[in-house]
């Protein structure tokens, strides 16, 4: 038996802003849910989608922040399980609250010798505001 998912009716919708806002960065964006993620765009399908979300991914996504991680703050994080932190240089999370609740994230990596900045993080917040909107 599948536990429901409140984002899930939103897969479709969620892949079509994935691939959008990575055609517009270049860099992979990934939407989870609260237990796994549901759509990539810009890496393999196998890396990431119904791969259940690491430990580390779920306390910041519970703290209802965006947060910006670079390597050369050794704050980079695995987002899923059998992740190695190693390879991202740098991530940007928002997790995505629809009624109060919080439901998901949006996340942006860069796996590349590229930190992410100001830029990603408003369009991170941009897309996770919306995914929210789109849920009440």
């Known amino acids: 038996l599948k536990k429901y998912s409140p984002i899930e009716e939103l897969t ?20 989870a849910d609260k237990d796994a993620f549901i759509s990539v765009s810009g890496a393999t399908k196998k890396e ?7 430990s580390e991914l ?14 050369s703050s ?9 992740d190695d932190e190693a390879n991202y240089n740098s991530q940007v999370i928002s997790p995505i ?12 990596i860069s796996k590349e010798d590229v930190e992410l900045g100001e830029v990603e993080t408003k369009l ?3 897309a996770a505001a919306f995914l929210g909107k789109q849920m009440e």
Not at 12 to 31: A, R, T
Not at 48 to 54: A, D, L, P, Q, T
Not at 61 to 68: A, F, N, P, Y
Not at 102 to 108: D, E, F, K, R, S
């Open 124 to 126: 991170v917040e941009t």
């Open 12 to 31: 479709n919708f969620s892949k079509e802003y994935c691939d959008s806002l990575q055609q517009v960065i270049g860099h992979v964006v990934l939407i």
């Open 97 to 108: 609250i629809a009624e109060g609740d919080q439901i998901g994230a949006v996340i942006i």
């Open 74 to 82: 050794n704050s980079v994080i695995p987002l899923h399980n059998d």
């Open 48 to 54: 990431y989608i119904e791969r259940k979300v690491s």
């Open 58 to 71: 779920e306390k910041v996504m519970e703290g209802r922040k965006t947060v910006l991680l670079n390597k």
